[in-house]
């Protein structure tokens, strides 16, 4: 019985050394993209083996922090639509999912392994699936209008993870937030038809 305890025990530490390691690995990848995973375990407290027999390599340590980043997010957007308005909702939504796509960008632009491809195609559908369902709540209050496809909203979001670092980037990403919310409203007026 004690072996099988013993297993569980471990077990369970690893889990914790891992999301303690995830957690902190954001944190220090938002303050300097170029920080080392030395740098990392030392914040998190823990020896580098540990660090490494979790995340054997950088890309692989940046892949799960943007993959469990963007799940976490994906899961808030009922938790958001209970505590603000849809479309202020989207507006913090559509925010963090660019602090975290501005990580996987600042680093990644090296991230052209297959396994790399493979986890940010994964956050595809899923991110989709929440921008839709935010878009949703905020077509039925009227602030949006229906029938906008998220995959085309996601790529005008992506302006957003591609503006300068600091304070100007920041105030910037504001502002096309702000085009890409008006772009959204229900039109009135002369409805111009999208070319066939």
């Known amino acids: 019985m004690a072996p099988e305890s013993s297993s569980g025990g471990r077990r369970s530490d690893a889990q914790r050394n891992r999301s ?17 995973l030395n740098s ?26 943007y993959q469990e980043e963007v799940e976490q997010l994906v899961g808030s957007v009922d938790r958001m639509l209970e505590h603000e308005e849809p479309l202020d909702a989207f507006r913090s939504w559509a925010r963090k999912l660019a602090a975290y796509a501005r990580i996987k960008h600042g680093i990644g632009e090296a991230l052209t392994s297959p396994e790399a491809q493979e986890v940010i195609g994964a956050t595809w559908t899923p991110v989709s699936r929440a921008i ?18 998220p995959d085309d909203v996601i790529l005008l979001l992506s302006a957003l993870w591609r503006v300068p670092e600091g304070e100007a980037g920041l105030a910037q990403a504001d502002r096309l937030l702000e085009l890409i919310v008006d772009a959204l409203r229900p039109r009135t007026g002369v409805q111009v038809r999208p070319p066939k």
């Open 40 to 65: 990392i375990a030392k914040l998190v407290g823990v020896g580098a083996g540990t660090l490494y027999r979790h995340f054997p390599t950088r890309e692989a340590l940046l892949l799960a922090v």
């Open 20 to 36: 303690r390691i995830l957690e902190v690995a954001y944190r220090a990848f938002s303050d300097d993209p170029d920080v080392s």
């Open 132 to 149: 839709a369902r935010l878009l949703a709540a905020a077509a039925e209050r009227g602030e949006v209008r229906e029938g906008v496809d």
